[in-house]
């Protein structure tokens, strides 16, 4: 049973350069969140999606923005990049189901914006 | 009223010793409080969660303890081994599919 899977692993991008970053979220489940890990800190919500819709979002600009797909995919969009956006960008995925309430990460994807 | 507050920022603690995390919280709707572990270039990884409705719950060697009215919430990892050593994070939020707030994390190193 495959755990979530993010691709690439790493990445360097300069300033005001467009990126995007992949999820597959683990077998059977269909919601994917997104967060930004700086070094040394916790992560923080990026936002969240559930039938390929945006259901939440945390406190980021419009740089950032999402899409799932029907395989309940997701891919996370950055423009316009800034040295700040520099971090680990980890994805979870979990199951959209009011007893379930577990979510699970992946290994993030290192973004270095030079 | 989103902030999760975790001490000590950092733990050395003996093999074979308690090491114990604190988390408090503000927001009261917050209902579900994972602790989540992680190893250098890895994503995090789910411990032992806990709803409000319990003050205690064990797996293994980690316990959790959660104190509803004073609003906080504690790791215990008993017999710490090598391992172990990680950072931790706690977490809180509105039902667990919803956003996770995380504390700052707690790196642990425990001593051989």
Redesign the interface.
Known sequence: DAG?TQSPTHLIKTRGQQVTLRCSPKSGHD?V?W?QQAL??????IF?YYEEEER?R?NFPDRFSGHQFPNYSSELNVNALLLGDSALY?C?S?????G?????????TRLTVL | QQQVKQSPQSLIVQKGGISIINCAYENTAFDYFPWYQQFPGKGPALLIAIRPDVSEKKEGRFTISFNKSAKQFSLHIMDSQPGDSATYFCAASRGGRRALTFGSGTRLQVQP
Not at chain 1, 40 to 45: A, D, I, K, L, N
Not at chain 1, 94 to 98: A, C, G, H, I, V
Not at chain 1, 100 to 108: R, S, Y
């Open positions: 979530v919601t969140s967060y040394g800190q916790g992560p923080q919500f969240q939440q945390g980890l979870a979990s199951l959209r189901d009011r379930v309430h577990e979510q699970f990460f992946g290994p993030g």
